[in-house]
């Protein structure tokens, strides 16, 4: 049976990034395996009830690993290619629902369950990088550091996944021109 669906909210997206992907807790040390509750995240992304009931710890794993090379993509076309083979690959098609009071929504439709969650996030991703472009969405910058962000600034200058991350790169920055001025 189709689940359809609708866009993700974009924090939930990069909470599920950082929080199950494989790569991010590698990078920063935080271990194999996430320390997050599969129902905080299942809550955030508001998936269909049947959806969210299936998710496993390691579909949550899977498909952070798999929205992550969007993220880390070298360049828009390579991004681009990411995101087409995550759509394609879920099978997702635009539908028509019907909203309150007789109204129309633009929906998605997923033949595979198992495949509704990369398939809500690349329709989200695809959303917002049509609107907002590619520089918008990026891996940290910081230090060992491989988490993503989402860039919803007005400026669109955003490098770091969290103000911690940026504050912590400074900090060595400032202590590493200080220690060059001391020699």
């Known amino acids: 049976m189709a689940v359809t669906l609708t866009d993700v909210s974009l924090e939930?997206?990069?909470r599920l990034v950082n929080?199950?992907?494989?790569?991010p807790r590698q990078e920063d040390g935080r271990g194999e395996a996430p320390h997050l509750p599969v129902a905080d995240i299942?809550?955030?992304l508001d998936l269909p009830a049947r959806v969210s009931a299936a998710l496993t710890p390691t579909a949550l794993a899977c498909a952070a690993d798999r929205l992550h090379a969007v993220f880390s993509a070298p360049d828009s076309e390579a991004c681009?290619?990411?995101l087409t083979r995550l759509l394609s690959d879920s099978g997702v098609r635009p539908v028509m629902a019907s909203g309150t009071a007789g109204t129309?929504?633009?929906?998605?439709n997923v033949d595979d369950a198992d495949q509704a969650l990369v398939a809500a996030a690349a329709i989200t991703l695809r959303k917002y990088l049509v609107e907002r472009g590619f520089?918008?969405?990026g891996i940290c910058t910081g230090g060992h550091c491989a988490d993503v962000y989402i860039d919803q600034s007005p400026g669109g200058r955003r490098r770091f996944c969290s103000v911690a991350c940026q504050n912590r790169t400074r900090v060595a920055a400032f202590r590493s021109r200080r220690a060059a001025a001391d020699d």
Do not use: D, P
């Open 19 to 23: 929080g199950w992907g494989t790569l």
């Open 80 to 82: 681009a290619h990411e």
């Open 135 to 137: 520089a918008r969405i």
């Open 42 to 44: 299942t809550a955030r």
């Open 104 to 108: 129309l929504r633009a929906a998605w």
């Open 12 to 14: 939930a997206l990069t």
